[in-house]
């Protein structure tokens, strides 16, 4: 295979994928890796290099006023060598070699065994799927290839969290001294990161995490999440309560916190958890990080030789999430093992400290989380060399366990809460949802409510047997629970979307509209009704409800990819392009939003006011693209 690269990222990517010595010619850029030089050089330049950035600046100019290449290429040289792979680019004809150049001196010299990659990206992100393209173009082992490119991701992520560190005002302490002193408006912790800076690295944390991780679409789950998470902060000491809550569609055990308000929890932790209070303590710890504001200390005590380690509360989470490897995740952490320990044990300790009275302060049992620090013990123990992910960013001490039982020594648990029903519910919600063989979850089921028929278990059976596409028997077992619990949103709006599922229109319609009346404009029920009425081809009603909910929820993607489909079975295409763009935005994917916008700006034609909005936004969005590509 030979291989001739116009482009330095291009040989970059190439040498990256194992195929260096397969590179036979270059640009007269290419410098890296080393010994190239006896690689040939293909292009040079038409200009004088050696004069000041405004000199060189004219004749550029110049050059392009006459619609001309600013490189030349040494079409006989490259003829001599006749490729099997041309690697360039077609974004600027400044950076490289112009794209249609290329393109007719293969066509004419060349001819078809030559194949051209151009690379094209227009974001970090899309960097990825450019190397995935040249590694699928050169036939290199696609497990290899991945490997590759998620070890990368790892390393651009945590120099992208260094660089943000590294620009803030470190106010370093000496570090000798192991006493915690807790944050207070306007302290040193402010002057080291302040809340603006907090709250862009979570913006940017959370971009990854909308683009790279798989997210649970659950309206019911996000809802009783949602509303968790601001009750127990009603008892915290976080000051900012808006939180950004991801719902990471993965079973197995880990949660986390990140700067700006950011709350990730995985499937796995309903799973691992017996019940609300046990659940609610590790999001009590959570939001101790954030009230307590670990990062900005993080960062406050680091030296400038371990600033590293002050990534470790955001990126190692990010890092997992973003490769798709489950033990990517150990890198952070095992830095921080060898470097700080001490120091990450103190926060460890800080937040179940604070997170302990908060858990008490919010009604629920005392010994809630000293039992799910032992369930997680439990789990490190059959777990063997590959403990949960939470007790990775989160190292968990046979201390830690006996401090959560002590600390609850002397509280009484009259009158607390360990459980709830709703909790049971989404519980089991998720153990149907992680099972990918539904006969087997029927089983597991029916074994459970044979043992303990709860409320909890039999729900879990009726959506087994949904899943079995058992219809009659899921709405019989849900309606005895109604008949206990007529008024359970949960329960009802259950049956409204197996109703849907089996094309029950109007007995849906009618069953979600009476709960509408004693909970109006609940999330899931109005996802819902849209959804039903989307199914009776009711497009009108069926969009109005999502505007709705887009009034108190406008940040979630999720609505704006309903709305979308809303709109597209509606034949309403300028707002199908508009609602699509607004969720790549969302997703940090400002490239695609441009396209949908630029769509929809084709078929405006004479609408004045909707091209005028329009062409507002893409101006707003090609000024953001340019900001993040340093033009």
Known sequence: MKIVTLIPSATEIVAFLGQKESIIGRSHECDFPKDLSKIVKLTEPKINVEGTSGEIHKQIEVILEKSLSVYKVHVDKLKKLNPDFIVTQSHCEVCAVSFSEVENITKEHLGKNTKIISLQPNKLLEVFDDIRRVAKSLNVDNDHNNELINNLKMKIFLCIISVLILTVNVNGQDGTSNEIILPELGDRVSGAVSAAQEKAIGEMFLEQIYSQAPLISDPLLFEYTEHLIYRLSEYSQVSDRYFNILLIDDDSLNAFAAPGGVIGINGGLFLNADNEGQFSSVLAHELAHLSQRHFARNVLKSKDSNLASALVMVSSIAIALISNNPNAISVGPAFLQSQNLRYSRLFEREAD?????????????????????ENMNELRRLSGDLPPEFLLTHPLSSSRISDAFNSAEGISEEGTKKDSLEFGLMKARLEVYYENIPSNSLRFFQSKVNDDPSDANIYGLALAHNKNNNFEKSIELLNKLIQKYPKNLVINTTKVDILLSYNKLNEALILVNKFLEISPKNYPLSISKSKV???????????????????????????????????????????????????????????????????????????????????????????????????
């Open 353 to 373: 400290r604070v997170g302990f009275a908060n858990l008490v302060k919010a009604g629920y049992n005392p010994k809630s989380m000293g039992e799910m620090f």
């Open 533 to 631: 009425l989307l199914a009776m081809e009711r497009y009108f009603e069926s969009e109005e409800i999502i505007r709705e909910q887009l009034l108190r929820k406008n940040d979630d993607p999720e609505l704006w990819l309903l709305l979308s489909e809303i709109q597209r079975n509606s034949q309403n295409i300028i707002g199908y392009h508009q609602s699509r763009a607004e969720y790549f935005i969302l997703l940090g994917q400002d490239d695609r939003a441009l396209n949908q916008l630029e769509f929809a700006l084709q078929l405006t034609q004479n609408n004045f006011q909707v091209s005028e909005s329009l062409m507002n936004k893409i101006v707003e969005i090609k000024k953001n693209l340019n900001n993040s590509r340093g033009l």
